[in-house]
């Protein structure tokens, strides 16, 4: 049988009731298809409902083939080492025993003497070159995903789920991912906001909160359809807000032809020669003809303006997300940030960062790049002041902000509104309920936990309780395109486009880069730290 992955009529909410999913019916080939959609849309949950983590509340699931899924996190022990994703642990320390000379007969003829070759093997085709016992821990985020990756590989599945298999990962571990994908000719389908990734996939299939639709071809050629798809929704709005108007119209003509009818009836009947019955009997046809209008023209206006609120929630859902941010101030020639002779690092005999200098002045915007390990997160930790520095110095002469993938500033506990409110005392309500609207939290949607958000929704919110009101002179972002999905990416490019603040920013996506008009770079290189001008 064909290796295939088919939704039949598949329903599931989560724990409030709200359903995320109904009666959704999709199939997956042997393809590599790219799953796209909003943040909190249900892509990760829907990964979950087809490895079988969640089960539907209706509707089926059924996978023909093997399955194999990398998480947006690899989860890890503490004694955990690249072996154990491979399930290789046993037979990796039997090979060692032997190497010892300590393995019995009966071992030794057990022993998968290629496994450590392939293991590596399978490591190097994801640009990983680490031995198998290494522990997960002692690697960053980037390498853990490349371990995870090379551990699907390995295990040569049927179908491979991604969730968002880029995110952490430098500008050679992202390459080695597309390349990856791009000779992969088994299933797959990948959860991705990685517009170059995407190029490389077969097909498209959008998840929205109206269902889910397949788009043969790549990225471009979906937004180039959804262009399309958007410009006759806003045709089709316009239609339909011309049509209500034009019932209104008609609706109200002929009450008032109706009332002219009447008041006439009425002054006939009042200048006498008509019996009393005749009049009784016009009056009433006058006042049933005049309801059978009147529940006509309410009938007839029902009906246009449903067709405007199903034009409109269209348009709604096809249209990005726009941001407009309040002004910095910020002055040309104002010093923004200082470094001088910076070491820093987390065990003194193993420095991450050695006698970095550099400065940032006025509104420039800086990219700190270098492939995973060389400390670019460690360098935003020190200018945040959640590191010490061992030597030298750093000092931040203006207002400033983080942000983290993990949106540390926001409480969990609280709910998005609450979060701004506490971080801007100086709002009223009316400030807030604004500001969360600009970043598509809108009425109930501000009151949502912070816990429960998605990555991308978390970073939308911690974007809006900062930004909101009065933006800091200088945001420093630590890979921000992470959790977002591509309509809140592009309009947060947009806003940080007109931010005319100073921005330091750590990123491997570089349409991202591109499209915010960064000025400088700044590469960063394992156990040592260079300046370079772009």
């Not at 009147?294 to 199903?310: F, G, K, M, Q, Y």
Request: glycine share 8%; net charge positive; aromatic share 4%.
């Amino acid at each position: 049988m064909p290796v295939s992955i088919v939704l039949s009529d598949l329903t599931w909410s989560p724990a409030d009731g709200r359903p995320l999913f109904s009666n959704l019916d999709i199939a997956f080939g042997a393809e590599r298809a790219g799953l796209v959609g909003r943040n909190g849309v249900g892509k990760t949950t829907l990964l979950r409902l087809i490895a079988g983590e969640f089960c539907p509340q209706s509707g089926r699931v059924t996978v023909n083939g093997r399955l194999a899924w990398l998480r947006q996190r690899v989860q890890q022990q503490a004694d955990e080492a690249v072996a154990d994703l491979f399930g290789a642990r046993d037979a990796l320390a039997l090979l060692r025993r032997a190497e010892r000379g300590e393995a019995t007969t009966n071992e030794l003829t057990s022993a998968d003497w290629t496994l450590e070759a392939r293991i590596a093997a399978a490591l190097a085709r994801v640009g990983l070159d680490v031995p198998a016992e290494t522990p997960l821990a002692t690697l960053s985020g980037g390498q853990s995903t490349r371990a995870g990756l090379a551990s699907l590989v390995f295990a040569e599945p049927d179908f491979v789920l991604l969730d968002e298999p880029t995110n952490n990962l430098d500008r050679e571990g992202r390459r080695a991912m597309i390349d990856l994908l791009a000779g992969w000719r088994s299933g797959a389908i990948v959860v991705s906001h990685d517009r170059e990734l995407l190029e490389r996939m077969d097909a498209i299939v959008e998840l929205t909160s109206l269902g889910v639709t397949r788009y043969g071809g790549n990225w471009s050629h979906y937004r180039e359809l959804k262009a399309h798809q958007l410009a006759a929704a806003e045709r089709d709005l316009a239609d339909a807000e011309k049509r209500l108007a034009e019932t209104k119209r008609n609706a109200q003509a002929a009450a008032e032809r109706q009332a002219r009818k009447t008041s006439a009836g009425r002054k006939h009947g009042a200048g006498g020669g008509t019996p009393r019955i005749l009049l009784g009997a016009r009056k009433n046809r006058s006042e049933a003809t005049g309801g059978v209008m009147a529940r006509l023209a309410e009938r007839r206006n029902d009906e246009a303006r449903d067709d405007v609120t199903s034009a409109r929630q269209r348009v709604e859902t096809l249209q990005s997300l726009t941001v407009a941010l309040p002004s910095t101030g910020l002055p040309a020639g104002r010093a923004v940030l200082t470094l001088d002779a910076l070491t820093a690092g987390y065990a003194p005999e193993r420095p991450v960062l050695r006698d970095l200098s550099f400065s940032i002045v006025g509104p420039e915007r800086i990219v700190v790049t270098g492939p995973n390990g060389s400390g670019k997160t460690t360098l935003l930790q020190v200018i945040a002041g959640e590191l010490r520095p061992w030597s030298g110095s750093v000092v931040v002469k203006v207002s400033f902000a983080m942000f983290d993938q993990r949106a540390r500033l926001l409480d969990p506990s609280r709910t998005i509104r609450d979060n701004f409110l506490k971080l801007n005392p100086q709002a009223d309500e009316t400030a807030c309920r604004a500001a969360l609207a600009r970043f598509m939290f809108r009425a109930d949607a501000a009151l949502q936990t912070v816990s429960t958000l998605s990555g991308g929704q978390l970073l939308r919110a911690a974007l809006a309780c900062v930004l909101g009101v009065s933006p800091p002179s200088l945001l420093i972002l630590d890979e921000p395109t992470n959790h977002l999905d591509i309509h809140s990416t592009e309009a947060i490019e947009a806003g940080l486009r007109a931010y005319d603040g100073a921005l330091l920013v750590v990123s491997h996506d570089e349409a991202f880069l591109q499209a915010i008009g960064i000025s400088r770079r700044i590469a960063l290189t394992a156990l040592r730290s260079r300046r370079m001008s772009a």
